[in-house]
């Protein structure tokens, strides 16, 4: 219930309609128990400077970012994390004593489920499809693993020479190697974790694949396929690869265990992570 005293957390975006955010935040709220409501805010990109002064102002306690305003929200913080501005995103944000304060938990999320396989990354290679934002907490989280090798790919030769660059002068430096897509068979072929994330077999284009089935038969049968997208599930990418043997991993857990970390950032509390995964469920699946 909305009382006088409930304290505003929410997502601003331009669009936000779509948010699956305040569905598994609210979720949460209403399991706590606590006196938070979660609200989207469609700010477009001119108004994001005021948006964070009217927010002041109403003590919103904290929010994410989704596009257009992960970059852009960088310059008007006064702390931000390392990680984040290694990352060049921020998606998390909350009320510090001398301002708002932002990180990223794309990264944790993504990694989530490959801690839960409890293996040795070390002499792992990670060959990534696609050179875009969510590309970039892959790059991040990989590193975090200790990978031997990173390698993206691409299709425009350009920003993916500035993306290579940008991880040399990144907080974090990550040594970064990056391909055109006629590389493509030969990487694959060495990779043991391949993440697309790229948009390519998202709904309503279920159809297609970021890699031909012919390509994808050169896989590891033990390597893991890991696809950002979680409508539908699995992708032609994830069945292909799991035809092939691989273990595939579909974004969900990324987006929920994205959105836990921010709201234990807000709440300082422990959350409940399974409501959180099964009201999104619910809204996804039906
Ligand atoms: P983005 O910044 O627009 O980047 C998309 C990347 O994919 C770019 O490198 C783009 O190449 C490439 N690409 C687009 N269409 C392509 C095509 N037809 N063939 C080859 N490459 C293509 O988008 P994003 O924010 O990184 O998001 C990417 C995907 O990840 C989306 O499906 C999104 O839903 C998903 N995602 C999931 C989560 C989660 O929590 N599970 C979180 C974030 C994102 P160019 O640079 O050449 O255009």
């Known amino acids: 219930m909305i009382k006088g005293t409930t304290k505003l957390l929410g997502v601003v975006g331009y669009p936000v ?5 305040p569905v598994m935040h609210n979720a949460a709220i209403a399991a706590l128990g606590v006196d ?3 609200l989207p805010f469609p700010v477009a990109p001119q108004d994001l400077q005021a948006a964070l002064a009217g927010f002041a102002a109403l003590g919103v306690e904290g929010f994410n970012l989704t596009i257009p305003h992960k970059q852009s929200i960088i310059p008007l913080l006064s702390e931000v994390s ?4 290694s990352v060049g995103a921020v998606n998390t944000v909350w009320r510090g004593d001398r301002g708002w304060c932002g990180t990223n938990t794309d990264v944790e999320g993504f990694l989530s489920p490959l801690k839960a396989l409890n293996c040795s990354w070390s002499q792992k290679i990670a060959v990534i499809l696609g050179n875009g934002g969510a590309s970039r907490a892959v790059v991040a989280g990989c590193a975090e693993l200790g990978m031997a090798e990173i390698h993206v790919v691409g299709r425009n030769p350009e920003k993916l020479e500035i ?7 990144s907080p974090v430096p990550v040594a970064v190697s990056v391909h055109p897509q006629s590389q493509l068979a030969t990487l694959i072929s060495r990779a043991d974790l391949l993440v697309n994330t790229t948009p390519v077999g998202m709904y309503p284009d279920v159809d297609r694949s970021p890699v031909d089935g012919d390509i994808l038969g050169g896989l590891k049968p033990d390597a893991i396929a890991y696809d950002l997208i979680y409508t539908p599930s699995p992708t032609q990418f994830l069945q292909l690869a799991k035809n092939r043997g ?3 991993i579909d974004g969900l857990e990324m987006l929920v265990q994205q959105g836990a970390a921010a709201l234990q950032i807000w709440l300082q509390r422990p ?3 399974a409501v959180m995964r099964q009201s999104l469920k619910a809204q996804l699946f039906g």
């Open 17 to 21: 309609e779509h948010s699956l955010s």
């Open 36 to 38: 938070y409501v979660y």
């Open 82 to 85: 390392p990680l984040a501005r």
């Open 163 to 169: 993306f290579r660059q940008s991880w040399l002068d």
């Open 246 to 248: 691989a273990i595939a």
């Open 271 to 273: 959350v409940p992570v």
